[in-house]
């Protein structure tokens, strides 16, 4: 089954930085990453998503790039903002099956 | 997006009872699907329920200790069976709105505390 690998687990970064997460996949059959951001106390909330027919997606400051011959994809956060800090998942699928999450990583965002 | 339901929000419960939890969801939906959030953890696949057949179990994850029923395309209930400590953890809801497209939404999940 699908295996998914997330990096880094924790991440700090400076009010304005930029902050980059990264997730490798097992299987070449996934075809649809998305990434959840989770505040303490709530539930995951979709932020944005990439299918594999798209190299890269880009919703104002938030950015996923997808390689899937190297089967990894990436979250880009530019200018980082106290409110970012939460800890993101990211997760794959394909078709008509449930998504299997990374582990997750805990952004801080310092002021 | 749907607005998905969940009930309880938040419980504690005693070692050795079952609680039943509720997901709604506003719209039809073929695909649903329960998670479990140990504290500090990812998120873990329990099962996938289909309207109209069996839930379908990840491995881990048993029918005796996590019955599902699926009585129609808006409803599914997940019932933690003779709970533990090792019980305590957020159980999510979550829908395919898409019908196979993968865009999955989450309940509010139901936070559960074994005493």
């Known amino acids: 089954g699908e295996n998914v690998e997330q990096h880094p687990s924790t991440l700090s970064v400076q009010e304005g930085d930029s902050a980059v997460i990264k997730c490798t996949y097992s299987d070449s059959a996934s075809n649809y990453f998305p990434w959840y951001k989770q505040e303490l106390g709530k539930r995951p909330q979709l932020i944005i998503d990439?299918?594999?027919?798209?190299g890269e997606k880009k919703d104002q400051r938030i950015a996923v790039t997808l390689n899937k011959t190297a089967k990894h994809f990436s979250l880009h956060i530019t200018e980082t903002q106290p409110e970012d800090s939460a800890v993101y998942f990211c997760?794959?699928?394909?078709?008509?099956?449930?998504?299997?999450f990374g582990k997750g990583t805990t952004l801080s965002v310092s002021s | 997006s749907a607005v998905i339901s969940q009930k309880p929000s938040r419980d504690i419960c005693q070692r050795g009872t079952s609680l039943t939890i509720q997901c709604q969801v506003d719209s039809q939906v073929t695909m649903m699907f329960w998670y479990r959030q140990q504290p500090g953890q990812s998120l873990t696949l329990i099962a996938t329920a289909n309207q109209g057949s069996e839930a379908t179990y990840e491995s881990g994850f048993v029918i005796d200790k996590f019955p599902i029923s699926r009585p129609n395309l808006t409803f599914s209930t997940l019932t933690v069976s003779n709970m533990s400590p090792e019980d305590s953890s957020i159980y999510l809801c979550?829908?395919?709105?898409?019908?196979?497209?993968?865009?999955?939404?989450f309940g509010e999940g139901s936070w559960l505390t074994v005493v």
């Open positions: 990439i299918r594999s027919n798209v």
């Open positions: 979550s829908v395919d709105l898409q019908g196979g497209g993968n865009t999955i939404y």
């Open positions: 997760a794959a699928s394909k078709a008509g099956t449930a998504l299997i």
